[in-house]
């Protein structure tokens, strides 16, 4: 499938839930969607033949989370970045797990490190802290000076 026809298909899967569109030079395309739109956008990809999850990551830009999924088609050689922005105050997204399996382990991992929720994961727990950690170590807002005491001149 060509960009033309991938990006004309998540136009017409969105419509006004997609919110940016673009290519980059390295001449991947770069989507943003609002966040319940997400899985809508992953099934039309994979619809278009975007067959792996490559990673899945989170952004703590302080007054929001932007989570960020890299998306790669083997029969087009494609790369797809589909991203979202999401509040702090309930951060929560559709799981994709069922339609990238790896995906399971890094929602899990995000869940872990910043606190999203991903309604649908079949097993959203803990997977790098101890079951009984308090907070979400990655979140620019996380304190435990137990653990981590930054120096003063930080």
């Known amino acids: 499938m060509t960009h033309e026809e991938?990006?004309?298909?998540?136009?017409d899967a969105l419509r006004d839930r997609l919110t940016e569109k673009r290519t980059r030079a390295d001449g991947t395309l770069e989507f943003e969607v609002e966040p319940?739109?997400?899985r809508d956008a992953a099934v039309a990809?994979?619809?278009?033949?975007?067959?792996?999850?490559?990673?899945l990551t989170a952004i703590d830009?302080?007054?929001?989370?932007?989570?960020?999924y890299q998306i790669y088609s083997?029969?087009?050689?494609?790369?797809?970045?589909l991203?979202?922005?999401?509040?702090?105050?309930?951060?929560?997204?559709?799981?994709?797990?069922?339609?990238w399996p790896v995906a399971h382990w890094e929602e899990r991992e995000?869940?872990?490190?910043?606190?999203?929720?991903?309604?649908?994961?079949p097993k959203l727990s803990r997977i790098l802290n101890p079951d009984d950690w308090e907070g979400h170590p990655l979140r620019k807002d996380y304190q435990d000076e137990q653990v981590v005491k930054l120096p003063e001149y930080f």
Do not use: H
């Not at 991938?6 to 136009?11: C, F, K, P, S």
């Not at 994979?46 to 067959?51: A, E, F, K, P, T």
């Open 6 to 11: 991938l990006t004309a298909g998540l136009v």
């Open 36 to 38: 319940g739109a997400v």
């Open 45 to 55: 990809l994979l619809r278009g033949g975007l067959d792996r999850l490559e990673f």
């Open 61 to 68: 830009w302080r007054d929001r989370f932007e989570v960020v």
């Open 74 to 81: 083997f029969r087009d050689k494609t790369n797809v970045r």
């Open 83 to 99: 991203r979202t922005s999401i509040g702090r105050d309930v951060p929560r997204l559709d799981s994709v797990s069922d339609l």
């Open 110 to 121: 995000v869940y872990d490190q910043f606190g999203i929720v991903f309604d649908g994961n």
